[in-house]
């Protein structure tokens, strides 16, 4: 059974950044897209990042240029390092490996931006 545990959430305030981490085991991290998503209280949940097999990132347009996604295979670990963080970004985030419809996912890490 494939396992994804996340870190690095917490209470951070406006401006400041954090490094969320997401590390895999019980598959062949390599093989796999991995993603990040967030759902804040009421909201949808979408998703914020991914990065391919390939290293081709994608990002939604709210974090576009403040988050970066990356990837360590030999750790079989995804980060999403974010900066700028604004209050709209407060929400769970999730560790998504193999996509959303089919794919494993983290428990989730609280990221509150706060004064």
């Known amino acids: 059974q494939v396992q994804l545990v996340e870190s690095g959430g917490g209470l951070v305030q406006p401006g400041g950044s954090l490094r969320l981490s997401c590390a895999a085991s019980?598959?062949?991290?390599?093989?796999?897209?991995m993603y990040w998503f967030r759902q804040a209280p009421g909201k949808q949940r979408d998703m914020v990042a991914v990065?391919?097999?390939?290293?081709?990132?994608n990002y939604a347009d709210s974090v576009k240029g403040r988050f970066t996604i990356s990837r360590d295979n030999a750790k079989a670990t995804v980060y999403l390092q974010m900066n700028s963080l604004k209050p709209e970004d407060t929400a769970v985030y999730y560790c998504?490996?193999?996509?959303?419809?089919?794919?494993?996912w983290g428990q989730g890490t609280q990221v509150t931006v706060s004064s």
């Open positions: 998504n490996l193999g996509g959303p419809a089919l794919g494993s």
């Open positions: 990065i391919f097999r390939d290293g081709t990132k």
């Open positions: 019980g598959t062949i991290f390599s093989m796999y897209a």
